[in-house]
């Protein structure tokens, strides 16, 4: 199985700043086959990027995604209040699909 | 509105026996794959079955497999995931997922929490 992991563990951040997410893969993904979602209490998983770079419909474009092969990077341009929740990467490129164990973005 | 919802969790003993449903809505369930994904408290989201749209493709994890089955009712626009031999560590919140033309995970539903315990 791919193993993916994600840094840091927590961020802690103001609003109007930047935020950038990491995530690397244990083998190369395939065809870029990985995406981020946001996750909220209570809430459903939102996909926000797949294709490693593709913002969902719907999706602000201060939301977006890089990388290739084992690396992997969500950035946040400048953070909402709407935006501190925490973050999953995902590779669906092989089976079985894994996620990483998730960032947080909470407020400083 | 397009939407997943799913329904059926609730507390049940270890060993025993639970199903899930997932009623789709507001698309044409039959033209998607789908999966069952979960997310125990305090922990991640981990995969736990798909199913291709016309049914004829599954799969499920390890750590669920010949214990979990996954089906879907295309008349019904709903998934289910049969679950038996249920076990403390099955306790998790389970969304339905459905899975999108370039095969990410592009509609989730609010999910149905199974507590397992004695």
């Known amino acids: 199985d791919i193993v993916l992991t994600q840094f840091p563990g927590t961020l802690s951040l103001s609003p109007g700043e930047k935020a950038t997410l990491s995530c690397r893969a244990s083998q190369s993904v395939t065809s870029a086959y990985l995406a981020w979602y946001q996750k909220k209490p209570g809430q459903a998983p939102r996909l926000l990027i797949y294709g490693a770079a593709t913002r969902a419909t719907g999706i602000p474009d201060r939301f977006s995604g890089t990388g290739s092969g084992t690396d992997f990077t969500l950035t946040i341009s400048k953070l909402e209040s709407e935006d501190f929740a925490v973050y999953y990467c995902h590779q669906y490129g092989k089976s079985p699909p894994t996620f990483g164990p998730g960032t947080g973005v909470d407020i400083k | 509105q397009v939407n997943m919802v799913e329904s059926g969790g609730g507390v049940v003993q270890p060993g025993r026996s639970l199903r899930l449903s997932c009623v789709a809505s507001?698309?044409?369930?039959?033209?998607?794959?789908a999966h069952w994904v979960r997310q125990a408290p305090g922990k991640g989201l981990e995969w736990v079955a798909k199913?291709?749209?016309?049914?004829?493709?599954?799969s499920h994890a390890d750590s669920v497999k010949g214990r979990f089955s996954i089906s879907r009712d295309d008349s019904k626009s709903t998934l289910y995931l049969q679950m038996n031999s249920l076990r403390i560590d099955d306790t998790a919140e389970y969304y339905c997922?459905?899975?999108?033309?370039?095969?990410?995970?592009?509609?989730w539903g609010q999910g149905t929490l199974v507590t397992v315990s004695s």
């Open positions: 507001g698309f044409t369930f039959s033209n998607y794959d």
């Open positions: 199913i291709s749209y016309d049914g004829a493709y599954k």
């Open positions: 997922a459905r899975e999108g033309l370039v095969r990410e995970f592009d509609l």
